[in-house]
């Protein structure tokens, strides 16, 4: 009687252990495709992109000097979402996606100072103040950064409303997260943040406050002129959202709907005279010249929701001089697919386990087998 017993648990010692063998199977392919998908991947597409070359020597008449590089980053369009349109999968899935580009690419990059040229939130216009809160936190904790790296934020119409629907409410809460300045100064290159929204008022083109703002930026760059002679003046129409020149001045403009009226541009241009313009808010890569002198470069957007294939622009910027390039994050039908080809791996996996499907390796030994005996 006790050989019967023994005999019984040695037949059901094999199909636990094969049952086992299959669960740790499937353990550890679902936990490197995770680790993939949701890390590697963007340590493997972001370290691909470098900093561009520019020239550091400057002359002084016969004399030469050595520039100054500033690293920029120039990142649009994040568009957290808010309480009322975000689902809760989406907001998951979008929002761990730009975390982990923007924490790879301060790891893999380095840059010394980051531009958001607006529609920071989706629903910032019209969200309560417990939803703005909320939405405040999540992004402090996306886009944190080392004390040493500068981080700086332009309003979009998402964030506060197009200029009809604007109040000192929500500017307020918004600069009061993010800081109200207008003109950021580093290693002698001068940073002008415009948030174009409030500039085209119905029919007003440029509006009284901020055009005496704009003015009183534009008197502040003149007078620093006097150490940096080199400038360009432009009076083209400006088109994108946000925009962030390398120069002297560096303009991140956040424009009124798609472009700026031809007026509000003219101003802009006149007054603060940039060599370049960076913006958003069209979610697509653009560049167009103002003038003949003067280039403008769309940001795209750096979310999944808004591209399949996100992107930020990396700036090596001297008082006299600037290079741009882009740098691409992973694309989103990429990981799909990857996902998708391991669903079906797990599937074969399991069903060849269970007697269901032949092994493919199986199979081809046999195969092999029978055109050997021929």
């Known amino acids: 009687m006790a050989m019967i017993e023994v005999g019984f648990e040695r037949q059901n010692f094999h199909p636990l252990k094969r049952k086992s063998a299959l669960l740790l ?9 995770l680790l993939f998908c949701e890390f590697l991947i963007y340590y493997l597409v972001i370290f691909q992109c470098n900093w561009p070359e520019v020239k550091t020597t400057a002359y002084d008449g016969e004399q030469a000097s050595h520039e100054p590089v500033l690293k920029a980053m120039f990142l649009a369009d994040t568009h957290l979402l808010g309480e009322f349109l975000g689902h809760w999968l989406d907001k998951l899935r979008r929002e ?15 840059p010394e ?20 809160a909320d939405d405040v936190e999540r992004f402090q904790k996306m886009f944190r950064h080392p004390s040493h790296v500068q981080l700086k934020v332009v309003a979009g119409n998402h964030d506060i409303g197009f200029h009809y ?100 541009s003219q101003k802009l241009l006149w007054w ?5 313009v960076l913006s958003g808010h069209t979610h697509s890569a653009c560049e167009v010249h103002h003038g003949g002198r003067v280039p403008e470069l769309s940001v795209p957007s750096f979310s999944w929701r808004n591209r399949n294939n996100p992107s930020f622009i990396m700036g090596s910027i001297t008082p006299t001089d600037y290079a741009l390039s882009k740098c691409y994050l992973p694309r989103e039908d990429v990981v799909l697919v990857i996902y998708c080809g391991a669903v079906g791996f797990l599937v074969v996996l399991t069903l060849s386990h269970l007697g269901l499907l ?11 087998r029978k055109r050997k005996t021929r």
């Open 113 to 132: 100072v980051v531009f958001i040229l607006g529609d920071v939130f989706d629903e910032g216009k019209w969200s309560t103040p417990e939803a703005w």
């Open 272 to 276: 603060l005279q940039p060599r370049l």
């Open 358 to 368: 032949a092994s493919p390796f199986l199979s081809g030994l046999n195969l092999l």
């Open 96 to 110: 761990w996606q730009m975390e982990r580009a923007f924490q790879t690419a301060l790891w893999l990059l380095q």
């Open 165 to 264: 629907e604007m109040n000192t409410y929500k500017v307020e809460r918004f600069e009061k997260v993010f800081s109200s300045e207008r003109l950021f100064s580093w290693k002698g290159i001068n940073f002008v943040m415009v948030n174009s929204v409030a500039l085209n008022g119905d029919g007003c083109g440029i509006c009284s406050e901020a055009e005496a703002e704009l003015i009183e930026v534009s008197h502040r760059l003149n007078c620093s002129r006097e150490h940096y002679p080199l400038y360009r003046r432009s009076d083209a129409n400006c088109s994108g959202d946000d925009a962030a020149p390398p120069e002297e001045r560096d303009i991140p403009f956040k424009e009124n709907y798609d472009v700026l009226s031809r007026e509000a």
């Open 25 to 33: 199977k499937l353990i550890a392919v679902v936990f490197a495709v």
